[in-house]
């Protein structure tokens, strides 16, 4: 039985990645700029990875640039397109992973100006607000697509009419929504857009950036050879080659899996009848995001975490990259929760390979939380991690 919900974090690898790795270190291990035999062998592996990708994807592959992972393929983006731009003004959200954010304030300590758009109650970018804030100098509007913390999907087709009146690029952070939910309508949206491979069961340290071949920008690092200069480093053909067998997989079982990972979260939440009425759901839970954010009235969410880690079940309080010092992710104070609201939030992450007998004992698993919180409740007068 599975105890482990976290798939938002990280995802073990899938077994045919992990194939596709293991061949790739023991055969195509040479330097894909190296003009031997082996170099030109790992270099045509890399080219057809960049070809398949981008045909999942449906843009052009001479967009497509290899990276080490999300928050790699966000900063150049984000430097990338703002130093391309004419004007001087970036707009994103309190939504954003922390890799946007931190992206965000180091470019405004470089000078730049940055506005911080407000979310609606149910944790979508508010569009009139978004509206309000373009200027002429507006040069890019970084809003991500999936919600880490609670699984919301920002209305990017929206986004992309505002960004269209006032002429500015719009990138989105898709690490959440690539193999999970349908990107085909999005992609002719985006004129940038960052991916991961751990977050779709290939391996760590490997990702995308794609940037429409119509945009003319300067790389972060000058003189680069790899990646078109893009990127500086040499390429992991190991971990590209992983990422895009999950990436096909992924895609190619997508139907499937969303149908399994909407009949999860149904499940979870009627089994959880006996304690609902101290559960609050924040954001969406009816969609195929594999993420259902929650506030447990009366507890603390790092001691719920830590009590079922006890019990052998790993879940969250948001998303590791981002979790501030005060122990909650920054979009629930953003969606109207107080601090104490905030501090009794758990993310549980699903996986299309759970059965309805995992359902059952993470559910189990809470409730017998409840019940030990309750018995202790009685005993002192506050509990100690409540303080």
């Known amino acids: 039985m599975s105890s482990y919900f976290d798939y ?17 270190s023991r055969e195509f291990y040479g330097n894909t700029r190296s ?17 398949t990708l981008a045909n999942l994807l449906g843009v052009n592959k001479e967009g497509i640039y290899f990276t080490s992972g999300g928050t790699e393929s966000n900063l150049l983006a984000m430097e990338g397109l703002m130093k391309a731009g004419k004007g001087n003004h970036l707009i994103t959200s309190a939504a954003e992973h922390s ?12 000078g730049y100006e940055v ?42 087709g929206r986004i992309r009419e505002v960004c269209d009146k006032w002429g500015a690029w719009l990138h989105s952070d898709c690490v959440q929504s690539f193999g999970k939910v349908e990107l085909n309508s999005i992609i002719p949206c985006l004129d940038s857009f960052s991916l991961s491979s751990h977050k779709i ?12 071949p119509s945009v003319s920008f300067q790389p972060l690092l000058p003189n680069g050879t790899h990646e078109a200069g893009v990127r500086a480093g040499t390429v992991n053909t190991p971990g590209i080659a992983a990422f895009t067998t999950a990436a096909a997989k992924s895609i190619r079982e997508l139907q499937e899996r969303q149908t399994k990972i909407k009949a999860l979260k149904r499940e979870f ?27 447990i009235h009366g507890f603390e969410g790092q001691w719920v975490m830590l009590e079922a880690n006890r019990r052998g079940y790993a879940f969250s309080t948001g998303s590791a990259c981002q979790v501030g010092s005060e122990g909650f992710p920054s979009i629930l104070t953003a ?27 993470i559910v189990e698993c809470l409730k017998e939380i409840a019940a030990e919180y309750a018995v202790l409740s009685s005993q002192v007068e506050k509990p100690a991690f409540y303080k």
Request: aromatic share 4%.
């Open 99 to 110: 890799s946007v954010k931190n992206s965000a304030e180091k470019l405004e300590a470089d």
């Open 35 to 51: 003009l031997h035999d082996s170099g030109t062998k790992a270099e045509v592996l890399l080219s057809h990875c960049r070809k």
């Open 269 to 295: 939440l009627t089994a959880l009848k006996d304690i609902r009425s101290q559960v609050k759901v924040v954001g969406e839970s009816g969609n195929s995001v594999p993420i259902i954010g929650l506030c």
């Open 201 to 212: 069961y290939g391996p760590k340290g490997s990702g995308a950036l794609y940037i429409s």
């Open 115 to 156: 506005s911080w758009v407000p979310l609606t109650k149910d944790g979508t970018i508010d569009v009139s607000e978004l509206e309000n804030l373009m200027r002429e100098d507006t040069v890019l509007v970084c809003i991500q697509h999936v919600n880490s913390d609670i699984g919301t999907i920002q209305p990017i």
């Open 8 to 24: 938002a974090a990280t995802c073990p690898i899938d077994e045919e990645a992990l194939e596709a790795y293991v061949k790739a």
């Open 335 to 361: 969606v109207g929760l107080n601090k104490e609201e905030a501090k009794s939030f758990i993310r549980l992450s699903f996986s299309h390979d759970q059965t309805s007998e995992d359902i059952q004992g």
